[in-house]
């Protein structure tokens, strides 16, 4: 056994015993009754308070059955009849389970040498807390958990783990290289965990031919590169599972007190966020089982060494109070007046020290403060130069900036602005960071932007960006004011844009049926004139990396603002791609590019692509609440383009309107950028060149490209037999659903 397995148990076996000591301070008092009178309130190590029991009339009612099974020396505890075994339960409403792991190896010639795919199934009443992460482990392997909540609504949820070589994976990081967390809903109570590979390991078998994934406790488990090889020998980790009684609120459940848990007289009723049932506790002052009657007893503080009272003390239920003794005076506490002897020296003295000591308090918050403020100007030019502050100031004096073409702020002005951030001036929340409405002293309104982190080796590429993104002066980008540099991570302050974004208007009934296809095509049309811009005009040249409608604008007149350049990258003269880690947004994201991890011009056009299909549909790119087959927008557009049943996925308000001629060129359009090849899309010019001429000549403009207008009516309300029977060029469909077993990639042509 290697040393690697023997680190893991070793760790295991000290993280239960911890969490079996910490959730035990949980439960009642040991002088205190916790389970039902003649029934067992313990199995092994595990105790059983009531609601539970381990045997007939000992639990509220069979959900809270634990099975004891007394073969194991100590013997151990099981959720009612399943296999789910139990190492702790919490009167706060929490049980601590051990959750299997799914385990998914391979031999080298790529046939598997191991493969389980475990459940959880539990019981009303109780649910797989939200304190749990579902984890993958794994350098080829896609996983996902599915199962069913309490609302009686299926849910899937999952995550790729990726790595080419050991060196790629990092101590502690769980991101996508080697190891990937995503969380899961509340109210889950049935739970499926399934992996599956790839390419069988064989590009990675010399280090790793084994994939695992688990939901357990977020602090349970710390990913290492060790951990590839040493999960093949643990089979469970720590899990929570959150209990709650009754199916009601607690003022149903108090309007039948025949069924009422709560039986304690010093006893209250909560609600848990999870959204069912009730939980039971003691009110304070009180320590026991609330679920018993005359559970909840009191607490004699004056037992406690580190109560209140200075002198004397006395116990009442569920308080204390004190006294001083006959002679004395004061309130008796040891904080306040505590037991004066009448108006003695002595009261005289301590009240002399008492004003001395107030009056040096004074000085020493003072001084505090003081102290605090020059700390303060200290670490503002600290993060100011961390960020480049002085490159930036260099930059802008080389280049002979004035103050209206970019501007540093300082802090104190963007505090001011945005009301020192607070959350109702939030308008904006991605993966990237945060964007605020601020109010600037000038009168104007601005968009700041607050991103959650910028990597320290990379300030030099961020200054350059923030100086590029300044040098673009395009009327359908949303325009750079400048930033700040005096915090911790940099802030951008932009032009606020006052009409929401192209998402919000596509997706909501009322604003999509303003929006005309006369908007939607300028709209269209102003965005690939930006990418255009930024592949061909801008120097270097700029790849948006996260273009989607959600970070198109719109304002008053909907002019399209391109906006949220915090994933751009700039191209060197001398390169044409990147090699970069996938970013973007599912959905969006170009296939190619999160096979081979090289980032091209052409990433945006994929990206713009399935912006024309949300415009043509206006259906989102991803939804978990559509049919599997429909969930990828992307894919569903091009199966139904194919099958010549293109009427069936377009909006209704468009198709309306009569543009069919145009409807099908855009359509056709949208294939071409949809293509899985890179280098079979069109450029971002060609299409903005596209738009341009079917936006400007309306009814008379045909693509040579396009079929003619009975040609397109066929397409568009018949069959189309020529795709649907394979002819001409094959259309992957390169669409990416996070919740599939699969990328749908088409090999050899592309097409």
Not at 562 to 576: H, M
Request: aromatic content about 10%; charged content about 20%; some cysteine.
């Amino acid at each position: 056994m290697g040393l690697p397995f023997l680190k893991t148990k070793f760790i295991l076996a000290i993280l239960l015993t911890f969490v079996s000591t910490s959730i035990s301070s949980s439960l009642p008092d040991a002088n205190f009754q916790i389970a039902k009178p003649n029934c067992e309130n313990r199995c092994g190590n595990v105790p059983i308070p009531f609601p539970f029991g381990a045997t007939e009339g000992c639990f509220y009612n069979r959900s809270f059955l634990v099975t004891c099974n007394e073969t194991f020396s100590p013997p151990k505890a099981y959720v009612t009849n399943s296999t789910i075994e139990i190492t702790n339960i919490s009167l706060e409403g929490q049980l601590r389970v051990l959750s299997y792991i799914a385990k998914d190896c391979y031999y080298q010639n790529g046939t598997r040498s191991l493969h389980n795919a475990p459940s959880i199934r539990l019981t009303w009443g109780l649910s797989i807390s939200t304190a749990n992460k579902f984890t993958v482990v794994g350098c080829d392997t896609n996983g996902f958990v599915a199962g069913w909540r309490f609302n009686n609504k299926f849910y899937r949820t999952g995550c790729n783990s990726y790595c080419g070589s050991k060196g790629d994976l990092a101590e502690g990081m769980c991101s996508g290289l080697g190891c990937c967390q995503t969380s899961i809903p509340k109210d889950v109570w049935i739970a499926e965990l399934t992996l599956q590979s790839y390419d069988q390991f064989k590009n990675v078998w010399d280090f790793n031919n084994c994939s695992y994934s688990f939901l357990a406790e977020e602090s349970a488990f710390n990913f290492t590169p060790s951990s590839l090889s040493s999960l093949r020998n643990v089979t469970s980790l720590p899990m929570v599972v959150d209990w709650a009684v009754g199916d009601g609120t607690c003022v149903e459940a108090q309007n039948n007190m025949s069924s009422y848990a709560c039986k304690s007289l010093n006893s209250k009723c909560k609600e848990p966020d999870n959204g069912y049932g009730y939980r039971c506790y003691c009110d304070e002052g009180f320590r026991g089982n609330p679920y018993l009657d005359g559970g909840c007893q009191d607490i004699d503080e004056c037992l406690d060494p580190n109560n209140k009272c200075e002198k004397g003390c006395k116990n009442i239920p569920g308080n204390y109070t004190c006294t001083c003794p006959e002679g004395y005076d004061g309130d008796g506490l040891k904080n306040g007046r505590g037991c004066i002897r009448g108006e003695s020296l002595i009261f005289k003295l301590v009240a002399g020290i008492a004003l001395g000591f107030i009056v040096l308090l004074l000085g020493a918050c003072w001084l505090y403060l003081e102290l605090k403020r020059r700390k303060l100007i200290t670490m503002k030019q600290k993060f100011f130069l961390q960020n480049g502050g002085l490159m930036l100031q260099e930059q802008l004096i080389r280049r002979d900036y004035s103050p209206d073409t970019m501007k540093i702020f300082t802090s104190a002005e963007l505090k001011k602005a945005t009301n020192n951030f607070h959350d109702d001036r939030i308008i904006g929340q991605g993966g990237f960071g945060t964007v605020y409405k601020g109010f600037l002293s000038d009168n104007r309104i601005v968009a700041i932007k607050k991103s959650k982190e910028v990597d320290p080796n990379q300030i030099e590429q961020f200054i350059n960006e923030v100086i590029v993104l300044s040098q673009i002066n395009h009327k359908n980008v949303v325009r750079l004011f400048g930033c700040c540099l005096e915090t911790q991570v940099p802030l951008l302050v932009y032009e606020f844009i006052n009409n929401g974004t192209l998402f919000e208007h596509i997706n909501n009934e009322t604003k999509a049926h303003a929006l005309s296809w006369d908007k939607r095509l300028t709209i269209a049309t102003e965005a690939a004139g930006v990418l255009a811009y930024l592949h061909s005009a801008a120097s270097p040249p700029i790849i948006h990396r996260d273009v989607k409608s959600a970070n198109i604008l719109l304002d008053n007149n909907f002019t399209a603002k391109v906006s949220d350049f915090g994933a751009s990258r700039l191209v060197p003269e001398d390169q044409t791609r990147l090699s970069t880690m996938v970013q973007g947004t599912f959905g969006y994201l170009d296939p190619e590019y999160m096979q081979t991890n090289q980032l091209t011009e052409k990433s945006d056009v994929y990206s713009y692509g399935v912006v024309l299909v949300e415009l043509l549909t206006g259906k989102k790119a991803l939804s978990y609440e559509r049919p599997e087959k429909e969930r990828n927008l992307a894919s569903y557009f091009l199966s139904r383009l194919n099958q010549g049943r293109l009427y069936q996925v377009l909006e209704d308000n468009i198709v309306s309107e009569g543009n069919n001629e145009q409807l099908m060129a855009v359509a056709m359009l949208a294939k071409r950028c949809l293509y899985v090849r890179g280098e079979d899309r069109p450029s971002m010019k060609e299409v903005a060149m596209e738009l341009e001429g079917l936006r400007l000549s309306r009814k008379h403009y045909s693509l040579q490209t396009q079929p003619n207008a009975e040609v397109m009516e066929s397409l568009l309300f018949r069959p189309m037999n020529g795709f649907a029977k394979g002819e001409g060029n094959t259309v992957g469909t390169g669409g990416y659903d996070s919740m599939r077993d699969h990328i749908q990639l088409p090999m050899g042509g592309g097409r």
